[in-house]
């Protein structure tokens, strides 16, 4: 292509992750992102994987936590 311009088009892959709200001491939440077992930011390709976990720590939840899934 002489004298043209190539565009490359990136397109970003969709990812989810779990947050849980903790409730402090004065009654507030305090968001804090799921990590995986090398303690890294525990990312999900899908939204129907990132939600059946997030149900299963909900069920799961004896302290009252809440649990949320957010695309990023």
Known sequence: MTGGFLFYIII???MYVIVKQIKT???KR???????SES???EFDSIEDAEE???IFQT????????EVKKI
């Open 30 to 36: 305090l968001p804090v992102i799921l990590l995986n």
């Open 40 to 42: 890294e930011i525990w």
């Open 60 to 67: 799961n939840s004896d302290s009252g936590h809440i649990y």
């Open 25 to 27: 001491e004065f009654k």
């Open 53 to 55: 976990m997030k149900e």
């Open 12 to 14: 970003k892959k969709a």
